[in-house]
C-alpha cells in the first residue's frame, strides 16, 4: 500500500531501490568471489597435476613415480585431496588419501598435456637442457561423486558425501597414454567462500543502514521548507500576519509568491467589499433622511402611518447592510481579538453613557482568550449585547468567558428584571421590542445572533442566577496571543 505522507513515499521508494542495488551487488560479488575461489583450487589441482605428470616414468611399459608428491593435504586419508593415474581406464596409481579406494573416470573428452622425456641428457656444460613443452591445454574441470571413503579406510572414518571438484588431463610416459586426475572436496570452495560472503553480506547490510539513515536524514531536511510554509500559513490563518515571509528554496518560491497573490488578492476583495456596502448604506440612506424631513412638514403625516414605515424600511437596511458587510470578512480565521480589551473599553464607554444608574462591571475575561473574528463585529456584538444589559440592569452587570476547545463562551449577565423563558425566542426575530417605551429599534440582539451564526457561533439566552437576562455568545476561539 502506497504510503500518505510525502516523507513515507520518498523513505519507502528509496528502501526499495537501496535493497534491490545490494541484493545485485550482492549476487555480482558472490559470483565473482566463487570464481576466485574457484580459480585458486584450480590452479591449485593443476599444480598437483603436473607434479604428477613430471614424477611418473614406464620403464618396460610399467607406471610408476620416481619421488613421492604426496605432499599436504594430499596424504591425508578421507581429506577429498587425491589424485589418481589411469591407464585404459584402469587405476594404476593413486594418492595416499585414497588408501585402496579409487575415484571415477572422467565424463567427457580430457585435454592432452605435453610433456618431455623424464630424464633428459645433459649438455656438454653440464646443465639440462630446457625441456620445450607445448602449450599444455586447460585441464577438464568437473564435479564428480566421491568414492566410499569409509570402506576404502580400515581405520573407521566416516564416509565421505561430499561432492568432488576434479581437474583431468591425458599425457603419455614413455609411449604409454595415461589419464592424470586430482581432486579437491567441495568444503574448499564452500568454506572460504561462505566466510567471505559472510563478511560481504555483514557489510552490505551496515551499508544498507547507512544508506536509509542517509536518506531519512535527507528527507527530514528537504522537507524542512514544507513544515516552515505550513507553519507560516498558520500564521496567517490566526491573524499573526497577513502575508508568507521567509526565504524557501527555487522548487517553493512560485508557489509562496502565488500565496502571497491571493492573500493580497483577498484582503484587497475584502476592502472593495465593503466599500461597497458602505456606498450602499449611504446611498440608501440619504434619500430616506430626506424622506423623512419631507414627512416632517404640516399636514404631510397626520396619521403617522408613513413615519412608522420609513422606520420599518431605516431598521431593516441597517439590518441587511450588516449583514452583507459581516459576510463580506470572508474568512473569519485569518483575524482576532483580544476579548478583556475590548469588554473594558466598552464597559468605560458605557458608565458614562448610563451615569445616572450607576452600574458596576464585574469584568471576569481572561486576558489570553481571543476570538477568530473582525474587531469591528466583535465590538458591534459586545456592544448590542452590553447596551441591553445596561438598560435593564439594576446595579450590576457580569461579564464572563470560558475556553472549551475551539470555541469561546462569552456570558454577559444583569440583574434587572429578565424575561420569561416563553418570550426569549420573540426577542430575537428582527424588529421586535417587547418594551416600546425603551429606546433602540429592535436589531440590536438579532444582528448579534446573525453576526455570531456567520462566524460559525451562536446567541442563546437565559435567566441569570440573580433573576435578569444572561445572554451566552459563542464564538470560534483564536490562537493563544
Request: charged share 20%; net charge neutral; proline share 9%.
Amino acid at each position: 500500500m502506497m504510503p500518505t505522507s510525502l516523507a513515507g513515499r520518498l523513505v519507502g521508494g528509496a528502501a526499495i531501490f537501496i535493497m534491490l542495488a545490494l541484493l545485485i551487488a550482492g549476487g555480482v560479488i558472490g559470483a565473482v568471489l566463487e570464481h576466485f575461489v574457484r580459480g585458486q583450487i584450480d590452479q591449485r589441482l593443476d599444480g598437483q597435476l603436473h607434479a604428477v605428470a613430471d614424477a611418473l616414468v614406464a620403464p618396460g611399459g610399467r607406471l610408476d613415480l620416481t619421488r613421492n608428491v604426496d605432499a599436504p593435504p594430499f596424504d591425508l586419508p578421507g581429506s577429498g585431496w587425491a589424485w589418481q593415474v589411469g591407464h585404459d581406464g584402469i587405476p594404476v596409481l593413486r594418492s595416499r588419501s585414497l588408501g585402496p579406494a579409487s575415484l571415477g573416470q572422467p565424463a567427457g573428452p580430457v585435454p592432452a598435456l605435453g610433456l618431455p622425456p623424464p630424464f633428459a641428457p645433459l649438455d656438454p656444460q653440464g646443465r639440462e637442457p630446457a625441456r620445450d613443452r607445448p602449450k599444455p591445454a586447460p585441464p577438464l574441470s568437473q564435479e564428480m561423486a566421491a568414492p566410499d571413503w569409509g570402506r576404502a579406510m580400515p581405520d573407521g572414518g566416516g564416509p565421505w558425501t561430499d561432492t568432488l571438484l576434479t581437474r583431468s588431463v591425458q599425457t603419455t610416459i614413455d609411449a604409454v597414454p595415461v589419464v592424470i586426475t586430482a581432486t579437491a572436496p567441495q568444503r574448499a570452495l564452500r568454506g572460504p567462500l561462505r566466510g567471505a560472503l559472510l563478511t560481504v553480506g555483514a557489510s552490505l547490510l551496515v551499508l544498507a543502514a547507512a544508506f536509509l539513515a542517509a536518506v531519512l536524514l535527507q528527507v527530514r531536511v528537504g522537507l524542512r521548507p514544507l513544515t516552515a510554509l505550513r507553519s507560516r500559513l498558520a500564521e496567517v490563518r490566526h491573524g499573526r500576519t497577513d502575508r508568507i515571509v521567509g526565504s524557501y528554496p527555487q522548487e517553493l518560491q512560485p508557489l509562496v509568491d502565488e500565496l502571497n497573490a491571493l492573500l493580497e488578492q483577498n484582503a484587497e476583495s475584502l476592502v472593495r467589499a465593503r466599500r461597497h456596502v458602505s456606498n450602499l448604506a449611504h446611498g440608501l440612506k440619504t434619500p430616506l433622511a430626506s424622506l423623512a424631513v419631507a414627512l416632517d412638514g404640516p399636514g404631510h403625516d397626520p396619521q403617522g402611518r408613513y413615519h412608522a414605515l420609513l422606520d420599518l424600511m431605516d431598521r431593516q437596511i441597517r439590518h441587511h447592510l450588516r449583514r452583507a458587510r459581516a459576510a463580506a470578512l470572508g474568512s473569519p480565521a485569518r483575524s482576532q481579538v483580544a476579548l478583556a480589551p475590548r469588554v473594558a473599553d466598552l464597559a468605560t464607554a458605557l458608565v458614562k453613557i448610563y451615569a445616572d444608574k450607576a452600574l458596576r462591571f464585574d469584568n471576569h475575561v481572561p486576558p489570553g482568550i481571543a476570538v477568530a473574528c473582525d474587531q469591528q463585529d466583535v465590538d458591534e456584538m459586545l456592544g448590542n449585547l452590553l447596551d441591553n444589559a445596561c438598560k435593564w440592569a439594576r446595579g450590576v452587570v457580569i461579564i464572563t468567558a470560558v475556553e472549551a476547545g475551539r470555541l469561546v463562551a462569552l456570558s454577559i449577565a444583569d440583574d434587572g428584571p429578565g424575561l420569561a423563558p416563553d418570550r426569549l425566542p420573540d426577542v430575537l426575530r428582527p424588529g421586535r421590542r417587547l418594551d416600546e417605551s425603551t429606546p433602540g429599534y429592535g436589531f440590536g440582539l438579532p444582528i448579534t445572533r446573525e453576526l455570531a451564526e456567520l462566524y460559525g457561533g451562536a446567541l442563546s439566552l437565559g435567566s441569570s442566577s440573580s433573576g435578569g437576562l444572561s445572554a451566552v455568545l459563542t464564538l470560534p476561539a483564536a490562537a493563544a496571543l
